[in-house]
């Protein structure tokens, strides 16, 4: 039997929703099996994740699309039932804003997450920075969805102005921040990065873009991190209002 990485004492999430994961095994970089992908989703319960919106990695490196996604998500699911485990898991993706991306942009094969406002969860490069960002935003709203840029405090070449995060911003992208980033996970310009976001109210989402045991580690330490309860005073996050 698979039992939670945590015990259930650590209920700390302040949300009940996460929406950034890697919980449907072998199609990314996150559980590597059923076994594993099983433990991650007990372990985020315990936290007190009620809702689990998980996010494949759709890029180059992981030719991922709707078909393959939703096949591996159904099978999750059935494991779910299977081992009577309750919790809400449902499904999206994270796109890598790529020319894969532009491809399953224009056939309309794409999975978002929300209601009735459609949102998609996409990324960027950590190095280099976007060619066209904001033909791509263009396109994406076109499509009739609402952009989340996953992780903004981590593109290396965002850091030196808040002022490109605003011009983001203003191109109608929502932010949705790694909680994990304020506690030091990535680096210390990382840290700050998502400081700066945090305090000046520019976070929509949270998530927790667990992919490993590693990243729930350093989720419960964030938990009890000083600037967690900041970002539910200077944001209005989203991630309960879907
Ligand atoms: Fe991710």
Redesign the pocket.
């Known amino acids: 039997m698979v039992l939670p990485f945590f015990s259930f004492k650590d209920k700390q999430s302040l949300v009940d929703v996460d929406i ?1 994961s ?1 919980l449907i095994p072998k199609i990314d970089d996150g559980a590597k099996d059923i076994e594993r992908s099983i433990e991650l989703i007990l372990s985020l319960k315990a936290m007190g994740y009620n809702k689990l919106i998980t ?1 494949p ?1 759709v890029s180059d490196m992981f030719l991922n699309n709707s078909q393959t996604i939703l096949e591996g998500y159904k099978k999750l699911k059935e494991e779910l039932v299977q081992r009577k485990i309750e919790i809400d898991i449902e499904v999206a993706a ?1 796109y890598y804003a790529d020319e894969h991306f532009e491809a399953l942009l224009a056939q309309g094969d794409i999975l978002t997450f929300g209601g009735k406002e459609k949102y998609l969860l996409f ?1 960027l490069s950590y190095f280099s920075p976007p060619l066209d960002l904001e033909s791509l935003i263009y396109d994406i709203k076109l499509a009739g969805y609402r952009p989340v840029l ?1 992780h903004p405090e981590r593109y290396m070449y965002l850091h030196d102005s808040i002022d490109k995060y605003r011009d983001i911003k203003n191109m109608g992208v929502l932010f949705q921040i790694n909680l994990i980033s304020i506690d030091g996970y990535y680096s210390s310009e990382v840290t700050q990065a998502v400081k700066e976001l945090i305090v000046n109210g520019m976070v929509d989402f949270i998530g927790s ?1 667990t992919h490993h045991r590693q990243h729930l580690k350093h989720l419960k330490k964030s938990f009890s991190n000083g600037l967690y309860k900041k970002i539910f005073k200077y944001n209005k996050i989203l991630n309960n209002i879907i």
């Open positions: 950034h890697h996010t990695h994270e990324e996953a873009d």
